[in-house]
């Protein structure tokens, strides 16, 4: 299920990110779960993802890259 709206393009840095091309959500990488950009706490900017939530968030950068 999809939010209304566009896909924004990101670049993910530590602690923030620069918004690359205008949207409203990004896709979780892990779970492909929508995430509005006003929810988006999570993601790696050494791999450049989203993550939907802490706990995934964490699963995802204690495996192995």
């Given amino acids: 299920m999809s939010p209304a709206g566009r896909l924004a393009r990101l670049h993910y840095l530590p602690g ?3 918004q690359l091309s205008a949207g409203d959500h990004v ?8 995430i509005p950009l006003d929810a988006l706490r999570y993601w790696s900017a050494e791999r450049q993802e989203a993550y ?7 699963k995802r950068l204690l495996s192995p890259a």
Avoid: E
Avoid at 27 to 34: D, L, R, Y
């Fill in 27 to 34: 896709v979780c990488a892990v779970s492909g779960a929508p």
């Fill in 52 to 58: 939907a939530t802490a706990d995934i968030a964490t």
């Fill in 16 to 18: 923030s990110f620069r």
